[in-house]
Every structure is written in C-alpha cells, then in structure tokens.
C-alpha cells in the first residue's frame, strides 16, 4: 500500500505519472489542509513539468501552508503563466507565501518583475520576506537592484543586512559599488557602518581607502575594526 505522503518519483520513473497525478489532484480538493500540503510536497517530489497545473490550481487554497508550498515548488519551473500567479501572492496576508512567492519569483520571472522584487525589499513589513527578496536580487543579476541591495544594508533585520544583502551586493559588485558604500558610512547605525568597512576592505586596490581610514576614527570599536 502506497503511504499517503511517499515519494512519487518511482512512479513517474515506473511510466505512473497519469494515475500519481489524478491521485495528487484528489488530495488537493481533500477537507483536511494538511493532505493538501503532503499533496503539494509530493508533486514537488516529482520534479515533473506535468505538475504545473495542478501547483498553481493550489495557489489559491484558503491554507497559507499549501498556498506557500506550492509557490515555492513553482520556482523549479518556467512555464507560461506560472510568474503572473506567482505576482499575484505579493500582496497575500501571510508573510511565509509572500516569502516564498518572490523567492520562486527571482528564479523565473526575469528582470519584468524587478520593480516588484525592490518594492518588497524596501518596503514589506515582514522581515522573511525582505530577507527573500534582497537575496533575491544575487538570482536576477538585474544591475538596476543594486541600489537597493546597498540600502539594505541599513535595514532593520540582522538576516536582511549581514546575509542577504551582503550576499546581494557580492553577486552585483561592479565598479559603481565603493561609491555607493561610502555614501552610508556615515550611517546612524553602527551595524550598517561595519559592514559598509568590511565590504570596502574586500576591494582591490585604494578605492575605498580614505573612507577606510576616517572609519579608524569611528565612535564605535567594531567599526573601527578592534
């Protein structure tokens, strides 16, 4: 007997994937969230581009979870359609979809939805979601992001700054990137003013070496380096 929520992999291999599916499809109208969700995990199990219809028939589902799991599945693939309704979860009430929406979102809607991506990185009240979305910005490699990659570095969340955008701004690093970092170094925050020195210093060269050194004057020890 197959278990409700096993692997299905073996039956697309074994030529299955007609009945796996009409079966995952049922699972998805069941009463009971949480067969919807173990539905949605194993249609993402199945790494098959005959499970996109039924992975964006779930994004509507009145469960956050499913709605969330079945948006971060759909990022595996490229399909016509599959950006549109994920855009639309941008602006859903649960955080952890809008999270999972605009990380799927980086990796298949291509520099159409930067404009959303920034706006999410800049503005969304949940710190998930804009520690998705700045680290988002390093699978665009859409260079008009790297303002606000730079801006996050001032962003309230410790993930947001030390993580994502610090990881942003490495995969978009171009010559612009010591001017703009010397622009924040006299950030209010000494957070954002360390890690403004740590990324000048990884710079060839002496271009960031007079914010460098007037950084050695710094209120704050770890600015300073000490």
Request: charged share 20%; with cysteine.
């Amino acid at each position: 007997m197959l278990c409700l929520f096993a692997p299905l992999d073996g039956l697309v291999q074994a030529g299955e994937t007609t009945p796996a599916l009409e079966r995952l499809a049922r699972w998805l109208k069941s009463d009971d969230p949480v067969v919807r969700v173990g539905a949605v995990k194993d249609l993402g199990g199945m790494e098959n581009p005959a499970v996109v219809p039924l992975l964006l028939s779930a994004l509507p589902d009145p469960g956050p979870l499913v709605r969330g799991q079945a948006a971060w599945v759909l990022g595996r693939y490229t399909q016509p359609g599959i950006a549109p309704a994920l855009q639309r979860l941008l602006t859903d009430d649960n955080d952890r979809v809008r999270a999972a929406a605009v990380w799927s979102l980086c990796s298949v809607g291509g520099h159409a939805i930067t404009p959303d991506v920034i706006r999410l990185a800049r503005s969304d009240p949940s710190n998930n979601v804009r520690f998705r979305a700045v680290w988002g910005f390093a699978k665009l490699r859409d260079p008009s992001t790297l303002p606000a990659a730079i801006e996050a570095l001032g962003d309230k969340s410790a993930a947001v700054r030390e993580r994502a955008a610090v990881n942003a701004i490495g995969a978009l690093a171009d010559d612009s990137v010591p001017r703009r970092l010397a622009a924040l170094a006299n950030h209010p925050a000494p957070e954002t003013r360390r890690l403004v020195m740590y990324l000048l210093a990884r710079y060839p060269g002496d271009v960031g070496v007079p914010t460098l050194r007037a950084a050695l004057q710094d209120s704050q020890p770890n600015v300073r380096g000490e």
